[in-house]
């Protein structure tokens, strides 16, 4: 970064801080800040409704993400800390999440979990404050210090013993204002690459409901599917139900209990491993024996494998095909279409195609859970070309996809990258590590050369 360096440097005396300007001081955090100093009380009537702040809503890129409104008798009994503006909430427990953030004109009623260490300034600019906190060397800190392996957490009161640099005050406004205007233009480029995927995805499901329901020929005479949601499909398509052309096979678990049925050979499929279109691992694994003593059987290479029970179905329904023998658990089902007239291939780009209306079609109504229930899955319609057909229009999608998706990795890539700049950026400037001006002018204006760009016309 072209940013000049302050004159002089001295050793900060904080080995995980190094040197620090001449003319700053290096002190604890308790030394200009208050922790913890403002609670909710347990008086408080139980229909006072609170905008409360949990851990898994927090990020120390974007802040304070998500809020839930609740009545504070329905509240969790960990849901007690005040917050103003100008404070930062640090996660004290699972560090390794990064949930930092400074307390921005918050509602009135906002309160955040006891897993936060509420900091509020005393003697020190809070917009630095908030800076200082979210640079990479004190989140190293923070964690470094951290104790406990699955749940690792640090105490309030060693939080606040930490030692930071800190310059005087007109320094720190000026490090602020900087901060806020360059990190807001990375910010924005950051939203430009995450609104680019966000079209690049529509373009895709696009691309594969078409090319599955009306076929590649655009002249190719139509007729009535006699299916609301699905409409006109190529007059040489059948129209048959899923249970007249394909095999359905389930899963299970072996008992958790026996060591022997776990860690083997075979790939065991959960809905957590559908993040990939090729199966050919999994998290877990079981045995020979782990198979034989379960409801769950060994799945051939070739099938689809769809998640039939999970909090994803909400909005998506995960299919892949595994390339590997695997077995499956209980929330997935296997689709055989071996020896028949459909291709696996086709109809998991036609599940793709058509999410979000087979999610109407396939779920069961009034269930707790979100689930798939194959009664009404066997039942379905679906427009089938010939086998020929298929493997062009798979073809076509195939390499359609492969370019969306290498725009979508480019723009991740960026993502990333601006991200890090970030990091870098609020880490050097809080450090000392370079002299920010104090005036508008930005060096970071180049930041988008390069970028993914993409014209959808």
């Known amino acids: 970064m072209s940013f000049p360096r302050y004159e002089c440097y001295k050793e900060s005396g904080v080995e995980w801080l190094g040197e620090v300007p001449v003319g700053w001081e290096v002190k604890p955090v308790k030394a200009f800040s208050t922790c913890n100093d403002d609670v909710l009380e347990d008086s408080t009537p139980a229909d006072y409704e609170i905008e409360y702040v949990e851990i898994s809503g927090v990020n120390a890129d974007r802040g304070i993400m998500e809020t839930t409104t609740i009545p504070f008798g329905a509240a969790p009994s960990r849901a007690r800390r005040r917050v103003k503006d100008g404070d930062v909430i640090v996660s004290t427990v699972r560090t390794y999440l990064r949930a930092i953030a ?204 769809m998640v039939v029970r999970s909090g994803i179905l909400k909005h998506t329904i995960p299919v892949a095909i595994n390339d590997v023998p695997v077995a499956l658990n209980q929330d997935m089902k296997a689709l055989d279409f071996t020896n028949i007239s459909c291709l696996s291939r086709f109809f998991m780009r036609w599940v793709q195609g058509l999410n979000d209306q087979l999610l109407l079609a396939w779920s069961k109504q009034g269930a707790t859970v979100e689930s798939i229930e194959q009664s009404y899955l066997a039942e379905t319609v679906m427009p089938l070309p010939p086998l020929a057909e298929q493997t062009a229009i798979t073809a076509f999608i195939d390499s359609e996809t492969d370019k969306i998706d290498a725009l979508v990795g480019e723009a991740r890539l960026a993502i990333g990258l601006l991200k890090e700049r970030r990091s870098a950026l609020i880490s050097a400037a809080v450090t000392g590590k370079i002299k920010v001006p104090d005036s508008d002018r930005s060096d970071l204006s180049d930041l988008s050369e390069g970028f993914c760009q993409t014209d959808f016309s």
């Not at 807001?184 to 609104?195: F, M, P, T």
């Not at 599955?212 to 006109?232: F, Q, R």
């Not at 003593?293 to 799945?299: A, D, F, Q, R």
């Open 102 to 305: 400074p307390v921005i004109q918050p509602a009135v009623n906002m309160i955040v979990s006891t897993g936060f260490a509420v900091v509020r300034p005393r003697s020190v600019q809070s917009s630095f404050l908030g800076y200082l906190f979210r640079s990479e060397f004190m989140i190293s800190g923070v964690i470094a210090r951290s104790v406990g392996v699955s749940y690792p957490a640090i105490n309030a009161s060693e939080l606040i013993r930490l030692k930071v640099p800190f310059p005087h005050l007109p320094e720190q406004h000026t490090i602020a204002a900087f901060l806020d205007r360059e990190t807001g233009k990375i910010d924005e480029l950051v939203a430009e690459q995450e609104r680019l995927i966000a079209l690049l995805k529509e373009k895709r499901q696009a691309t594969i409901s078409n090319a599955v329901t009306k076929g590649l020929n655009p002249d190719a005479p139509m007729k009535d599917s006699g299916i609301e949601w699905l409409g006109a499909v190529p007059v040489g398509w059948d129209l048959p139900k899923l249970k007249h052309f394909t095999q359905f096979g389930g899963g299970g678990t072996p008992s958790r209990e026996n060591l022997d049925y776990w860690n083997g050979n075979i790939p065991w499929i959960s809905p957590k491993d559908m993040k990939v279109e090729c199966i050919e691992s999994s998290e877990e694994s079981i045995t020979e024996s782990g198979l034989a003593n379960s409801s769950s059987t060994l799945v051939p290479p070739g099938r689809v494998l």
